[in-house]
C-alpha cells in the first residue's frame, strides 16, 4: 500500500499494483533524462498543463526505480497502466506534488 506521507503514490501496471515514489536518486536520474535546467521547470510545465507523454513516462520510472524497481523506460513502451493515460499523467503529477510537499502542510 502506498504511504502519501512519505511520497509514495500507487499506480497499477499490466495489473500489478505498484509504489512508486520519488527518492533524491531518482530525482537526479528525472533531471539528467529529461535535460531540463531545473526540475522547477518540469513542476510549471505540469502546473501549466504543457507536459508531454514524454514527461509522464519519464516521471513514471524514475518513481518506479524510486520505489525499488529495476526498470528502465524500454520495459514501459507497451505497459498497460489501469486508467490509461491519464491515470498515468495524474499518478505523475502526484509524485511531483508529493516529493516537494513540506511536512505538516506549512
Sequence with gaps: MANPW???VA???DGER????LTL???AELEQQL???SLVELVQRFEGGTYSSGDVLALI???LRGGGADVARSDLLRAEIDGGPMAGAKAAAELLARAFMVPGGA
Design 35 to 37: 535535460g531540463t535546467g
Design 25 to 27: 536518486g531518482a530525482l
Design 61 to 63: 520510472v524514475a518513481g
Design 18 to 21: 505498484r509504489v512508486l515514489k
Design 11 to 13: 499506480l497499477t501496471i
Design 6 to 8: 512519505t511520497g509514495e
